[in-house]
């Protein structure tokens, strides 16, 4: 049976395109530095965000980490938002990597604000840790979009007060998309930016950390220290970079497919929807009452071949796999749901 699978956009896997190009790619050893694949999307991915440098990292999480490790001393402190991908995906890793502490901000809507971080900025008494780096993410994990005009206004901010700012744009290309803006308007808002190949994108494997060449320089070294050196990634770019070729410019699909599946969900009058928060591929809902039956969803859904994550709050993700006939086969069988 072909799952229907709206778990994530993580869950993609290579176009026949990607694969072809795969299997054809000109390789060398990227810790030698000759991969001519690997060489070639780096460029072409630094110019794409307007930064000096990038490089291939096998993760978004490595990328991110790689970020803060490189911007960081030990005892520094970074100031991010309290459900950030860095803070409660990571498995932990700003303390064990980078010996940083993390100040959090708890907004709203997941977006920080230059008054929270008047609020979040440490003193040069004694007995604090200095604030050095300001991480940001972008598009947001709650599937929203910060509004470009804020991330330039926290950029301010933090270069006003000598901090980095590192963006964490797993999903930046979606962000660009839901602003109508260039990419590199939002990378302008930042010193460092980590942007996914794989979710969205489709590629296997692989993200890409820009920045300063001395800032690339020195997170190169670091990537090797975490192991994540790796030989002939041309395989890899060769999916990467049809990635930022031709699949970047089609995610206003799923965007649009996400906001009609949110309306059609709402419509069966079984959901709450905030069909205003769905600004990129993805729709949280809940059960309308309190007697929803969250377990024999899940696995009404799986008996017709439609992968999902547990609720009560439920994500569905658009994605390059789910065409119209899926969404179809999918409100079939939410109507079947007794
Ligand atoms: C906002 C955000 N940042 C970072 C990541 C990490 O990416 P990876 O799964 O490649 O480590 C994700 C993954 O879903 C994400 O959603």
């Known amino acids: 049976m072909n799952l229907i699978d709206l778990r ?13 190009a795969m299997a054809n790619a000109e390789v060398g050893d990227d810790v030698y530095g000759d991969d001519p ?11 794409l965000v307007n930064k000096e440098a990038a490089l291939f990292v096998p993760s978004g999480t490595m990328g991110n980490q790689l970020a803060l490790m490189t911007h960081t001393r030990r005892g520094d402190e970074i100031i991010t938002g309290a459900h950030y991908h ?3 995906h990571e498995v932990g890793a700003i303390p064990v990597l980078s010996g940083a502490s993390v100040r959090t901000i708890d907004h709203p809507k997941d977006w920080i604000t230059p008054i929270d971080l008047e609020k979040a900025l440490r003193s040069s008494d004694i007995h604090e840790p200095p604030s050095t780096v300001l991480s940001l993410e972008n598009a947001l994990s709650n599937g929203t979009v910060m509004p470009l005009e804020l991330m330039r206004e926290d950029y301010a901010w933090a270069k006003a007060h000598g901090l ?33 190949l794989s979710k969205g994108l489709c590629a296997p494997v692989g993200s890409i950390l820009a920045g300063s060449e001395a800032f690339i320089r020195k997170a190169r070294k670091n990537r090797k220290l975490l192991g994540g050196g790796m030989r002939q990634t041309g395989i890899l770019a060769a999916a990467g970079q049809i990635a930022l070729d031709t699949m970047r410019l089609r995610l206003h699909e799923d965007h649009d497919q996400a906001k009609r599946l949110a309306k059609r969900l709402q419509d069966t009058g079984r959901f709450t929807v905030n ?9 949280f809902f809940t059960g309308i009452d309190a007697s929803f039956d969250h377990d024999g969803f899940v ?20 994605h390059y796999w789910i065409d119209d006939a899926a969404i179809e086969k999918l409100m079939e069988a939410i109507n079947t749901f007794k």
Do not use: W
Not at 8 to 20: E, F, N, Q
């Open 37 to 47: 694949t690997t060489l070639k999307l780096e460029a072409y991915a630094a110019k």
């Open 164 to 196: 980095s700012v590192h963006l964490d744009g797993a999903r930046l290309f979606n962000a660009a998309t839901a602003l109508n803006v260039d990419p590199k308007e939002l990378s302008a808002c930042c010193d460092s930016v980590m942007f996914c």
């Open 299 to 318: 696995s009404h859904l799986a008996k017709n071949g439609i992968l999902i994550n547990p609720g009560p709050v439920y994500r569905f993700v658009t």
């Open 275 to 283: 069909l205003d928060d769905v600004q990129i591929n993805m729709v």
């Open 86 to 88: 860095i803070v409660i």
């Open 8 to 20: 994530s956009d993580t869950v993609t896997h290579p176009t026949p395109a990607m694969r072809s």
